[in-house]
Each structure stands twice: as C-alpha cells, then as structure tokens.
C-alpha cells in the first residue's frame, strides 16, 4: 500500500496487489466507526456483489456453479443491484465524513462524476457521459456502453464503496450476472476500446489525476 496524496486530511492510497473484498468491508465499518476519511484505490480478486436493490433474476447461474468457479457472491447495504469485480479493474472507494466537510449526498456524486470524467480524459482521451436512468459512466458514441459501475452507501452523513472502471479486465465475470439489471453485453472496457499503450503507467497517472481533481473540489 503506498500512499501518494495527502490533502484536506484526506491521505490517498493505492494497493499494488489484489485486496479481498471482505477485507475493504471490515475496513469501512471500521473508518465510519471512527469517522476516519481516506480514498483507495486496489483490485479484488473474481467476485459478484449485490446491493439492497439487487433482484434475484439478475443472477444468471446457481450458488454451486459461483462456488466450482471459485467466485464469491457477497450482498452488501450499497445501493445498485448486482455488478462483479475482476482483476485488472481500477477499483475506488471513498470514505468521505459529509457532515464534517458540510457536503450533501448529491453534490458528493456530482463532485465524483466530475472527478472521473475529467481523470479518464486526461488520462485516455476518451469521453464519458451520464445516464440519468441508470448510474454509472458510459461511452459517448453509439452503441453507449458501461466503462464505469458506481455503488455508493452513506450511513451516518459517512460514505464507502465507490466506483469500478473497466480496464484491462476480460469481463467474464459480468457474463454471470445481469450487471445492474442489464446485459453483460452492454458493458465495456479501456482494453476492448484499444486505450491502454502502457497501463501500469497509466493507471497510476489516473488515480493521480482522480484523487486531486476529487479533493480539489471537495469543501
């Protein structure tokens, strides 16, 4: 873990090797607990999460076949229904005190919204845009699809989870599920779009890029 920006009390850290997901909810429990803000940004080794909105149908194979495939299906209090993490996804989480910073649940999504526009062009040149029907990021030109998967929960004017871009992951993941309740067809990533030229590089001049822009506009 190296952290790489520490502004406004808000130290920044990213991990070089996978993180389980248990291991990141055990450590948001513990930061709201202790109101404790910090931003990370890791990769989770193959596994499904289902938020409170999370409809059965949209898990598209049995707990057995999760299991023999050695993917975990975890169910979370996030809003969002089911999306799925891989390794080779740019995975941020948030934990931001908006009571402290005076900060409403809705310009806290705006600010990340912008954070991760603004980052993801400066970083790869391509441009994303919102679905006001669905959350989440999506290519601009036809056919529109998901790059980027957004969940978040705030509990006690305290935010956790974030978002997941799709980098250099292979989606195969997605395919057992219907991602936010809709197809795994729909989604896309940074390697089927043909932007990563050297991604150790640019992944690290992205959560650069996201963490200051996300600060800077932070109260």
Known sequence: MTKFLHRKGLPSYLFPSIVSYTRYVKFQENSRKNRRESLLFLEHSPCLTGGIGAKA????????????????????????DFTAHEPGQIVGYLQIDLK????????????????????????????????????????VEEPKLKLVSEGIFAKSYFTSFGFALNAMNNLSTFSLI?????????????????KPVDFPKERREFVESFAKTFIDLLP
Do not use: H
């Not at 149908?57 to 969002?80: D, Q, W, Y």
């Not at 993801?120 to 989440?136: D, F, H, R, V, Y």
């Not at 219907?178 to 043909?194: F, I, V, W, Y």
């Open 57 to 80: 149908e949209n898990l598209l194979v049995s707990l057995g076949v999760l299991s023999a495939m050695g993917v975990e299906l975890i169910t979370l209090p996030r809003g969002g």
């Open 100 to 139: 402290k910073r005076n900060l409403s649940l809705g310009d806290f999504l705006r600010i990340l919204n912008r954070s991760l526009v603004d980052s993801i062009w400066e970083t790869w040149g391509l441009k994303l845009e919102e679905n006001p029907k669905a959350p989440g990021l999506y290519t």
């Open 178 to 194: 219907n991602p936010c309740g809709a197809k795994s067809e729909d989604m896309t990533s940074l390697q089927r779009l043909g």
